[in-house]
């Protein structure tokens, strides 16, 4: 049985020029244990939907459509209140920014002894205790003497990681980490990661991973979801979807990657930019980017379909459409890009037309 349920989610933002759908129609589960890496580029909708997820959307943003389940209780429609209680206990958030966590006029200790006390019936002295633990769990030197700081005499990577403490603090059964290693190094991302895996080994708790760094995804999670302009582009586990990426938006990811092993003077780069919410383009929402686009993409909007291991949003994994024989050599044109080599002619020439 999953613990989290995303269920054809929709988000959206009135505005006085009309709605905006920032997210739309996205689903994924998450089962107990599991690490799932949310990817893609900036505007894509992996910041929002985790926000959704917890429930603190900015106004006027809304959830307008879809089912959030977690452990088989519906959130999505919970008063501020219920979600207050759920929040902290039941879920953990390791925020982008620390300073948006963290009150300047309080010690981290009190902060994350207040928080202990809230959601577990321990004293304060075995509060504190945990607390202390915690710090060290992240990396935090001397924790015992820091505990008693203010978040202003901490370093930007070191507020962060009490910000992961934070998140830890009341065991909840779902993290929703939003970058939480950008602003450490990489010896400290090496050790939260451990600390995200030994959450899940040992508590069976479940961890929504959003970063922009593939190799943390590689290193860290289990299944993979690639967003683009608010849908699922790609999903399915980590190994398939970064070596035989099925959708052509994750296949350009993936060859821009710099590789040690290659000797390309220049990285592959996908063309254009996420359209913005206002001009989002009828059919597949990729179309005016992708090199392998042809008439049907320009008309419909793909579902997620079976391309192998993952389910790509594309259809030229579409079984009943004549395009399907070019997908496998699409993949073949694809890693022939993250390698820096030229495709096979005969790959190129039968693969479709790009349209004007």
Not at 27 to 52: D, Q, Y
Not at 153 to 171: C, K, N, T, W
Request: glycine share 8%.
């Amino acid at each position: 049985m999953s613990l989290l349920q995303v269920k054809n989610l929709v988000v959206e933002f009135p505005t006085r020029r009309g709605t905006l759908r920032a997210l739309d129609d996205i689903s994924f589960e998450i089962a107990p244990g599991e690490i799932l890496g949310v990817v893609g580029e900036s505007g894509a909708g992996k910041s929002l939907t985790g926000a959704a997820i917890i429930g603190l959307l900015e106004p006027p943003g809304r959830v307008a459509g879809g089912e959030i389940v977690l452990e088989g209780q519906r959130i999505d429609n919970l008063g501020y209140e219920q979600m207050r209680h759920i929040r902290g206990r039941r879920i953990g958030a390791i925020f982008q920014d620390p300073l948006t966590s963290l009150n300047p006029l309080y010690t981290v200790g009190r902060q994350l002894v207040e928080t202990i006390r809230t959601h577990l019936p321990v004293s304060h002295a075995e509060a504190r205790q945990r607390a202390i633990d915690l710090l060290k769990d992240t990396g935090i030197p001397a924790a015992e003497q820091r505990i008693d700081h203010y978040p202003h005499q901490f370093s930007g990577g070191m507020r962060q990681r009490v910000v992961i403490a934070l998140a830890l603090a009341a065991e909840p059964k779902l993290i929703v980490a939003d970058e939480p290693t950008t602003a450490l190094d990489v010896s400290i991302q090496a050790q939260i990661i451990q600390l995200l895996k030994r959450l899940c080994r040992e508590r069976g708790a479940a961890v929504m991973l959003i970063t922009h760094d593939m190799g943390v995804i590689a290193e860290t999670c289990d299944r993979v979801a690639v967003l683009y302009a608010g849908r699922v582009a790609e999903i399915g586990p980590v190994r398939e979807v970064i070596h035989q990426p099925a959708h052509p938006y994750t296949g350009g990811l993936m060859a821009s990657i710099p590789d040690m092993d290659s000797d390309r003077e220049r990285l592959h780069q996908i063309d254009g930019a996420m359209p913005r919410l206002n001009a989002i383009p009828p059919g597949c929402a990729y179309n005016p980017r992708c090199l392998r686009v042809f008439e049907r993409c320009l008309q419909e909007r793909p579902e997620l379909l079976p391309a192998g291991a993952t389910m790509a949003a594309c259809w030229l994994h579409d079984a009943a459409d004549p395009h399907r024989g070019h997908a496998a050599l699409l993949a073949q044109h694809e890693r022939a890009l993250a390698h820096g080599e030229r495709a096979a002619p005969d790959a190129a020439q039968a693969l479709p037309e790009v349209q004007p």
